[in-house]
């Protein structure tokens, strides 16, 4: 479903290691980005292939479905997929604060399909899809580099990490959970799970949606799929 499924190595590098530029810093001041095509990103940071193409797969679907809801038109199909394929790039950096190494790498290696103006939505979104999201936490954003970046930048962030969150949490069990139903109503949606992990990834997908639920009036609901003899 995504135009980048090649072979990818394993290789990483540890150039930002030592002093690489803070997300905290403001935006656009303080450095010159350096973007890379895809491939260069996979290889050098070892993003975990089968992960990222799975999430990809889960949020072209999710932006499909839920398209009545989120308002985005087809022009950022391309940003929530490439969003979706880069988004633990900090794993191999720094597993534990994953989202803060994958923010700063994207902030200086913006990827190279997407226009300049695109590059600090997937920075950011890389930093917002793994921890729990809050009123608070929405707040604090603005005590970081996200709060210099141009508030439609900044709305625009927000729905796409809202989506990355889900199609990454329907893939938190690695065993290849995908959407089934979906039953939607006048501002809802009800999604089941089906595979062997569905249980574990529904769950996991009720959690994530806090960012979604924060951001519209649309309840989402999400179930492993039940079996009827």
Do not use: C
């Amino acid at each position: 479903m995504n135009s980048y499924n090649k072979p990818s190595g394993n290789g990483r590098s540890d150039e930002e290691s030592g002093g690489r530029i803070s997300g905290d810093e403001k935006y656009g001041e303080t450095f010159v980005p350096d973007p890379l095509p895809l491939e260069t990103l996979f290889h050098r940071y070892g993003i975990e292939r089968s992960h990222a193409d799975n999430v990809a797969r889960n949020v072209l679907e999710l932006f499909e479905i839920l398209a009545p809801a989120h308002g985005l038109g087809p022009e950022f199909q391309q940003l929530v997929e490439i969003a979706a394929l880069v988004h633990d790039v900090g794993v191999a950096t720094d597993l534990e604060n994953h989202h803060k190494a994958g923010r700063d790498i994207l902030l200086l290696h913006p990827p190279s399909e997407l226009p300049e103006r695109l590059w600090p939505v997937v920075a950011w979104t890389a930093f917002l899809h793994k921890k729990n999201i809050g009123e608070k936490k929405l707040r604090k954003l603005n005590e970081k580099g996200f709060g210099n970046m141009p508030e439609d930048l900044q709305a625009l962030t927000l729905k796409v990490a809202a989506l990355v969150r889900l199609a990454d949490a329907l893939d938190y069990s690695r065993m290849e959970s995908r959407l089934g139903k979906v039953t939607s109503g006048k501002k809802s949606f009800r999604f089941e799970i089906e595979g062997e992990g569905a249980a574990i990834d529904a769950e996991r997908m009720d959690k994530k949606g806090d960012l979604w639920h924060l951001l519209y009036d649309t309840e989402l609901e999400f179930r492993p799929q039940s079996h009827k003899s």
